[in-house]
């Protein structure tokens, strides 16, 4: 049991995994990344994450020069050997190793690096309770500067909005784009529920295309809520009857508050645990 990784298909415990400080991964954060979760012990909807994964590094100009039966074949290895009962999972493709300098040329990779952990559920509470969110004000990247659609292991943006939000008691922030509109979470994507039906910024307000939103929206259908993507302000959040973010590791997780503003009646409504519920019903089925 543990944390262990693989690195170009080496597996290791992590402590003794090595990656070049010459990797364009480290002297410029030249990578790109996916985080997921097993449930019953099999990753969830791998698929999707090695598509985005593609698609991120596609953005950058480089790939994998492998298929998808690769990456399967070394997360299982990785899985065995890790042991976890649940794992986290983090999978990281670098540029690969160069001589610190933008002669792309140089450069030889990819490197491929996956880690896996024992995953950590977020605290009861946080579902029973809802959590604290707050908006930051740093704005999210503009898609004309550092698309949020490719998700890349440049996080300062990210970074920036978590411990300003942290510093204000809040666990997760959500970002604004550069028009003021709501963008996403951190780490998360964000809904609002209003008169029971549930909303959620479209992808053009400049974010990441998650795989857990995808999915609520989805599900949202099958259990008769609307679901539409619609442009939201920080107003429609604090008027919502509910807000909720969503992501791998934190699924489906109810506000409690924003900026220390209760949210609705200030405890989790009636639809994100419905939803929740559906969702984990869902990743049982289909972790591969
Ligand atoms: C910026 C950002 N938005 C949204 C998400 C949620 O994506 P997913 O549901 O694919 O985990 C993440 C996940 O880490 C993220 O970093």
């Known amino acids: ?23 364009n991964g480290f002297t410029f954060g030249d990578a790109v990344y996916e985080t997921l979760r097993t449930y019953g012990g099999r990753p969830f909807h791998l698929d999707r994450h090695l598509e985005r994964l593609r698609a991120s590094s596609a953005r950058l100009g480089f790939g994998a020069p492998f298929g998808d039966e690769v990456f399967t074949r070394r997360l299982d290895e990785l899985l065995a050997r890790a042991g976890n009962e ?14 610190i ?25 946080d579902y029973a309770e809802g959590i604290a969110l707050g908006i930051a004000g740093v704005r ?17 943006n990210n970074i920036l909005a978590v411990r300003e ?3 204000r008691g809040a ?37 990441l295309s998650g795989i857990t939103r995808r999915v609520v929206i989805d599900l949202c259908r099958g259990l008769g809520i609307p679901a539409r993507e619609d442009t939201l302000l920080a ?11 969503t992501s791998t590791t934190k699924e489906v997780a109810p506000a409690r508050t924003i ?25 049982r089925r289909h972790a591969r």
């Open 1 to 23: 049991m543990g944390l262990f990784a693989s690195v170009n298909g080496n597996v290791v415990p992590a402590e003794q995994a090595c990656v070049s400080v010459l990797d």
């Open 86 to 99: 649940e794992s986290y999972i983090r999978i990281i493709l670098t540029r690969g190793e160069g001589d």
């Open 101 to 125: 300098s933008y002669r792309f040329d140089r450069v030889k990779g990819p490197t491929l690096v996956m880690v896996v952990k024992p995953f950590e559920p977020p605290p009861e509470r």
């Open 140 to 156: 999210r990247n503009h898609p004309r500067a550092l698309d949020p659609a490719i998700k890349s292991c440049n996080l300062l």
């Open 165 to 167: 939000a942290q510093g």
């Open 171 to 207: 666990v997760e922030a959500i970002l604004l784009n550069d028009a003021g509109e709501v963008a996403e979470g951190a780490s998360s994507n964000v809904f609002v529920v209003k008169n029971g039906a549930v909303a959620t910024p479209p992808l053009a307000a400049g974010i």
């Open 235 to 245: 107003a429609d959040l604090l008027a919502a009857d509910e807000v909720f973010i």
């Open 259 to 283: 900026d220390g503003k209760p949210i609705g009646a200030g405890k989790p409504g009636p639809v994100a645990p419905r939803i929740l519920q559906a969702y984990r019903e869902y990743a």
